[in-house]
Nanobody, 126 residues
Framework: QVHLLESGGGSVRPGESLRLSCAAS???????????MAWFRQAPGREREPVAY????????RLADSVRGRFTISQDSTLNTVFLQMNRLKPEDTAMYYC????????????????WGQGTQVIVSS
């Protein structure tokens, strides 16, 4: 059974940085061979939106337009942990951030992913 555990959220001021982590367990070979991990976020009163994804086997990634140039996604050498480095944070980045995984190829679409973590809260406020 796949389990995803996010950490690293917190409360920061505009312009500061945070690094989120997502530790995965239970991946089968299918995940490592062709799967994808991603970050989504959901702000109060808004729908969940994609932030970034990364192919588990290659490390190729893509970021949403709203965060490109400020956020980066990466993974560790075990391929079981994915990071979201968030720089120059803005108040509009305030949201619950969720980690997701799929055996399928990456898409910046919520319905692509069938494994989700519980989320970690990010608050950006002065």
């Amino acid at each position: 059974q796949v389990h995803l555990l996010e950490s690293g959220g917190g409360s920061v001021r505009p312009g500061e940085s945070l690094r989120l982590s997502c530790a995965a367990s239970g991946f089968t070979d299918e995940f490592y061979n062709s799967g994808c991990m991603a970050w989504f976020r959901q702000a109060p009163g808004r729908e969940r939106e994609p932030v970034a994804y990364i192919y588990i086997y290659s490390g190729n990634d893509r970021l949403a337009d709203s965060v490109r140039g400020r956020f980066t996604i990466s993974q560790d050498s075990t391929l079981n942990t994915v990071f979201l480095q968030m720089n120059r944070l803005k108040p509009e980045d305030t949201a619950m951030y969720y980690c997701a995984a799929t055996k399928q190829s990456c898409r910046l679409r919520e319905d692509r992913f069938d494994h989700w973590g519980q989320g970690t809260q990010v608050i950006v406020s002065s």
